[in-house]
């Protein structure tokens, strides 16, 4: 009955306008992982790290709950390592850095422990890896969630498609949405991208909030106003992670509680982005984040009574 | 107890990846008076326009209760044109014609009439007219609604101040509420704007919906998901002129009340971008924006219950 989170585990090195971190711990299933950690405590971690990764972070995350049974250490190599520069509005960043590293070796095996996973997120990964996963449990789980990027687009769209069909819910942004669909408008982006396979399609649209689509049905989450986003690194993984801890916590995987995991995933967004890195996952409390989401729904609660 | 909309009646030609129109009629008044007329029949309109502006189209608005004594008609001259092309996203557009025409000689004079005017809505104009319409009101107003643009912050700042100084909610779009308080953060420019005279700010940002400002609180109302928008022009105007008229029909200034009105503003803009001009604006029913409002609550009503 677990949550298994495959994606990256990684350092970054992060310039943004407010200011430059040296290497820092990042990665999909990294920020996933502490994001669902509010949760859950029932997560099974797959993913490729060298010697170079911190044991103090391994032991932060095992001590949430967080299994590394499915952990790849390559004691002599690297960690996957990125570096990236955020520009003023924050919404474009020019990747400096991409250092692959051990996830040039990345073949991952999903350990027996893991084979009672019931959600499985896939975090942006290589799409052969991704199915390689899925493949690799021998009961399907009762939720597939998929995260991916305009990089399989441009270079494996077909193996990209094939391991689409497979997922139950896909995650992408605005102009991935587009570039996979051919279409302009999100509506029907989002019709065409459900024929290939996903029965719901969340669409991210970083400051501008995130739509669930599910059938003819829209729902529609915004982000929160803030004062400052200091780093927005990770706020992807970051929603990912509280959608899917809320809906592993809850077994309820009703289109009205994927609203209220979306709502979740967007408050644990806004946590991120304040500081650098995963710093804010790891101080919050569940106070803090009930508070934020009584803030999402002053933010969003109205009446209609016009008649 | 009336509405007094002033702003531009005008000619637009209008293309768009979807079409492209001849002259039809549009300008910030003209919109807005068909948008309030769906929620209130006293409707005063404060404008300018050539012997060309077709007498059915006056006389469509006045059996839709809107009152012409304060629209100025010269009839030896030309209505204002406005001539714009839109790109695939249909946030930018390009200006391809403005012939002011009689806009040069705009003098606004508020008929005796007006003067029993509850609601003002200010569409966008020279500041210094704006200002002139405020100050021929002998009884200010329950409510001063402004909108203004970018145009007027390049070129006549001090003067656009002073207008924004007198009024109660300011309405821009999020690129002017950037340019006019120098802030990057939406919430630190509303801190700013608030702090130069209006009580609310509604900052507008097109297929992403729209923020209400007022002290601390914010409320969050998103744009309809739509499968195409056709034709955005006037959809600010729309907007502004569905606040209003809700506000009008109520008497209700609340800043819960203006929720519901920014609700409505957005339900008025999802029609009009439908079709071309105003031509949506006149053919829906009570039951059309009824159904859009329950579609705006699907939209966002969620539960919370994660404890």
Redesign the interface.
Known sequence: MSLVIAGTMAFDAIETPFGKTDKIIGGSATYAAWSASH?TKDIKQVSIIGGDFPQEDIDALKNRGVAFEGVEVLKDEKSFFWSGKYH??MNNRDTLVTDLNVLEKFNPQIPDSYQDCEFLMLGNLMPSLQRQIINQLKNRPKLIIMDTMNFWMDIAMDDLLETIKMTDVLLVNDGEARQLSNE?????AAQKIMAMGPKYLIIK?GE??A?LFHGS??????AL?????FDPTGAGDTFAGGFIG?LT??KDISF?NM??A???GSAMASFVVEKFGTERLKEIT?DD??NR??Y????????????
Do not use: W, Y
Not at 296 to 307: E, G, M, T, Y
């Open positions: 949760f003023m509005d302009f408008s999100l509506v029907k649209k501008h909030g739509l049905h829209v729902f529609f989450a915004p106003p803030l004062e400052e986003v809320h916590r809850t009205e609203k209220t979306i709502i979740i569940q984040i009930m989401l009584n999402f729904v002053d933010l969003v609660n109205f009446d209609i009574d016009i008649v």
